[in-house]
């Protein structure tokens, strides 16, 4: 991916205002997301339970944070629940949408990291979310795996299961917030993506086209130019899409979950894994919008950095043996490609 320095397109068109219990209605569907991704996730773990701490926020509003520790799947594993609102819109959002300035907002969401302790499983995040500022109303959010070993079957699973849940709503969904999320989770100082991506987008109103990132000449961009500006969509449609979304997450994951989890690994696998996680932790400190979002509303600080992996490692200058699974991991599952339309019998590499 090439950064540039134009900025997040905007909208030609005003989009129709949301229903009058918009807040009330995606507050009540992050909170329902939490609470079914939690049941599902402690069902498969079978050892221990999500701790929950309820908090506000001293500016308006507050939420839930689950944290599950040292679970028989899950080393650590936090599923977030935040409601915010307040006078003063953070920097972040002035930067992407100037029109919504002057304006008091409201924003909501559910959030999710799983640091698995088996390093045949792979990390998984989601989040969704949902933004008001007088005028300005959008839906964003996503969901990317991040394996530590290669299984071409599982990254198929994965971007089949969420191609589904887009198709229902558009045919181009899927095209363009997969190339989007590829270009989102990329270490631009590593240079190299986070893990097999998923899918990824923001600014959703209903309006315009649909790509609304930074790199106007990226291959999000240029898919989402050639689609052109689609039909409008209402708000009931875009809450509908990130509703099955959301819904899609226990048949993308747990799947995998399940086929890797009675895998034996040793000391190369583990350390391995936490040498990996150590991208993990770079992106979300340097790049994340959700943590920057998060400090700049004055969010709590423990929920906020939850998605940060229990134990982790760096290493000065490391390169994978030749013609090992850690070598396939940067070879072919670091390069984006089209998962979703993979077969075991049409594979090459």
């Not at 987008?201 to 609304?212: A, N, P, T, V």
Request: with cysteine.
């Amino acid at each position: 991916m090439t950064s540039s320095s134009h900025s997040e397109t905007t909208p030609k068109a005003t989009p129709a205002p949301p229903p009058s219990d918009s807040q009330q209605q995606v507050s009540t569907f992050m909170k329902t997301l939490q609470d079914e991704i939690c049941q599902g996730l402690e069902a498969v773990d079978g050892k221990q339970a999500f701790q929950e701490d309820s908090w506000e926020r001293p500016d308006g509003g507050g939420g839930r944070s689950r944290v599950l520790k040292a679970g028989g799947v899950f080393e650590q594993g936090g599923v977030n629940f935040s409601e915010v609102w307040g006078k003063d819109l953070p920097p972040s959002i002035l930067v992407q949408r100037p029109e919504a300035a002057g304006h008091g907002f409201y924003a909501t969401g559910t959030s999710m990291v799983l640091h698995p302790r088996n390093p045949y499983i792979p990390t998984v995040h989601l989040n969704y979310r949902y933004f008001e500022a007088g005028p300005v109303w959008w839906f964003g959010g996503g969901i990317d795996l991040t394996p530590y070993y290669p299984f071409r079957e599982d990254a198929a699973h994965f971007h089949r299961t969420i191609k589904t849940a887009c198709d229902r709503h558009h045919s181009d969904y899927y095209p363009v917030f997969k190339e989007w999320c590829d270009e989102y989770f990329f270490l631009k100082h590593r240079k190299e993506p986070r893990g097999v991506g998923g899918i990824f987008f923001d600014y959703q109103d209903g309006q315009g086209l649909l790509y609304r990132g930074p790199d106007s000449q990226g291959g999000a961009a240029n898919r989402s130019q050639a689609i052109g500006e689609v039909a409008p969509r209402s708000w009931e449609d875009l809450f509908a899409f990130v509703q099955d979304c959301g819904a899609s997450f226990l048949p993308a994951y747990l799947p995998i979950v399940e086929k890797r989890r009675e895998m034996e690994w040793g000391d190369r696998e583990r350390n391995f894994q936490l040498y990996r996680r150590g991208r993990y932790v770079e992106f979300n400190l340097i790049y994340d919008r959700g943590t920057i979002f998060g400090l700049q509303t004055n969010g709590r600080t423990e929920s906020i950095l939850m998605s940060l992996p229990p134990m982790v490692r760096w290493e000065y200058s490391y390169s994978p043996e030749p013609n090992t699974p850690e070598a396939e991991l940067y070879e072919v599952f670091l390069k984006p490609q089209d998962w979703a339309d993979w077969t075991s019998k049409t594979a090459t590499v």
